[in-house]
């Protein structure tokens, strides 16, 4: 028998800045995300002694990310850890919905090996692109002896998955990251298998209070094609307009469930004695509506 005992680190290619190419090299700014493939990503990375193997999971912008793909990634990424010969996983992705899919991953799967995400500003042909700096900083943290969890390594720095925001639109270190999140008790987390066997994904619509906000739009899509669940993000610490926290209360009593999370980058929200909603802690909007989903998710009978 030929046992290959050579470590073993996959990569999971998803698409995004990291794989775009510009069509003008020296105008970086004009490009398209997703054209390069994860064999020509890695070429001069491979790092020494370790086997790197390969897997173009899907080849798009983050922005069109789907609860398929993401089922399909976490099946990857499930298959590869239970392996013995596999030391990690780096996972490649377009930076614009990375939070989501990091929080969604860790989550659910809460890896015992090392998983890192990266990603990149820049395109691939841009002269000065961070994609092959981050790839290679996330295969060395991969490779540590005291890596542990799922991260985002990028810009040289390390965030936790759970944690980690994009709060800057273009600059080359887009992410910032609270010190703690947890995920909110009250909010079930179902199974590996249970995310993998959904057919029908619930769904949660996101919803923003501001100045001059009221209840219209909830009440005209709870009227016309009502959601699972919505999640409203407030004003400070979760605050809401009279008449937006009057639709949601009406749509809670319709059978949607609200949480409440807040529109400031960090901070989250902290219980009030006067609070009618439900909140998500510290949980950002985004963060919130796929602890919400994962929580409706979990509740759904299984459909045969
Ligand atoms: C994307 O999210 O796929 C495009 C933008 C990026 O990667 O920064």
Known sequence: MNVNKTKKIVVLATGGTIAGLATDA?????YKACQVNVVDLLADLAPAGVELLTEQVAQIDSKDMSFVLWQNLLARVAHWVAQDEVQGVVITHGTDTLEEMAYFLQTVLQPTKPVAITCA??????PDSDGPVNLKDALA???APDSKGLVVVCAGQVHAGQAVQKTHSHQRNPFTSQAKVTHPAELH???VAQVLACTHWPRVELVLNHAGADGRLVRAVMAHDAPDGWVVAGTG????????EAA?????????HVLRASRCAWGGVQSREADVLPHAGALTAVQARVALWLHLLSQQKSRS
């Open 141 to 143: 943290w991969v490779q």
């Open 189 to 191: 987390v179902p199974s």
């Open 26 to 30: 020296a105008k970086p700014q004009n």
């Open 248 to 256: 949601l209360l009406v749509a809670q009593k319709q059978g949607a």
């Open 121 to 126: 500003m820049l395109p691939a042909n841009a």
């Open 237 to 244: 610490n979760g605050t809401l307009h009279h008449d937006l």
